[in-house]
């Protein structure tokens, strides 16, 4: 089964970008779709961002216009870039990989955006 690492986040000042990164164990050529999702505590994982295996991108209304999700199927890697963040954006941001008949998803990474 595919083993998906999150990296990139940390702490950013209100305004500020940052860039995620999720690497894939295998080759991701094949995977139907990827994503971004992200959690607060008390509140269901909604999602981020999501692109398919065409190619096809769709973002969550909160972050349209902020946010590109991107993948490298050389790297296995799937970013999303946020710009002009804001305490909303606070949150665990978990990759997720649709393949084959199974989803999977990473461990997580922390992101706090401060004032």
């Known amino acids: 089964q595919v083993q998906l690492v999150e990296s990139g986040g940390g702490l950013v000042q209100a305004g500020g970008s940052l860039r995620l990164s999720c690497r894939a164990s295998?080759?991701?050529?094949?995977?139907?779709?990827m994503g971004w999702y992200r959690q607060t505590p008390g509140n269901e994982r909604e999602l981020v961002a999501t692109?398919?295996?065409?190619?096809?991108?769709n973002y969550a209304g909160s972050v349209k216009g902020r946010a590109t999700i991107s993948r490298s199927i050389t790297k296995n890697t799937v970013d999303l870039q946020m710009n002009s963040l804001d305490s909303d954006d606070t949150g665990v941001y978990y990759c997720?990989?649709?393949?084959?008949?199974?989803?999977?998803w990473g461990q997580g990474t922390q992101v706090t955006v401060f004032s």
């Open positions: 997720n990989a649709a393949v084959g008949g199974y989803v999977t």
């Open positions: 295998l080759s991701i050529g094949s995977f139907k779709a």
């Open positions: 692109i398919t295996a065409g190619g096809q991108t």
